[in-house]
């Protein structure tokens, strides 16, 4: 079993596995689909290096039944936080599919949460399919701005066009 820390990723924030285990609990019998996203370690307090998986992403028009689940990638943003995937298996089946392994090869974890949901019924998997280490953490995940910058960003950004000209 592989471990992540030597790719950056320390583990995922226990509210994160919480939202995924409750959203694949809602979906079932079909099959739960998100993206997961992070942030460096030291935005939330702790002194190590990397990143952890603090949220997951719903994408609109996501499809599902019980043996898969369908994302519209036009509807996937283009994050420079992206991460991973995670779904459920209905089935319990803490494996990856041909089909998952197919879709593993965009980020760098990839987890996967089976019935009925406990706390123990998921799996993390890089990106050959490998199941590998990822703790939970107790972190407190940054509280998040539709903009992510202010009036004083704006003024500097304008100060700065008025320069180039």
Do not use: C
């Amino acid at each position: 079993m592989g471990l992540f820390r030597t790719s950056g990723i320390l583990g995922i924030a226990e509210s994160a596995l919480e939202f995924a285990l409750a959203a694949s609990e809602e979906a079932h019998p079909n099959e739960y689909m998100g993206f997961l996203r992070g942030d460096d370690a030291s935005k939330l307090g702790l002194d190590d290096d990397g990143t952890v998986l603090t949220d997951v992403l719903v994408i609109p028009g996501t499809e599902s039944n019980p043996v898969s689940a369908t994302v519209k990638t036009s509807m996937v943003p283009n994050d420079m936080r992206a991460a991973g995937s995670i779904h459920s298996h209905p089935n319990g089946v803490l494996k990856p599919s041909d089909a998952d392994l197919a879709t593993f090869g965009r980020g760098d974890v990839h987890i996967i949460v089976g019935y009925p949901y406990g706390r123990d019924d998921w799996k993390a998997f890089d990106s050959d399919g490998s199941a590998v280490d990822l703790p939970v953490l107790d972190v407190e995940p940054p509280e998040e701005s539709f903009f992510d910058f202010d009036q004083a960003d704006i003024d500097a950004e304008l100060r700065e066009e008025e320069f180039d000209q």
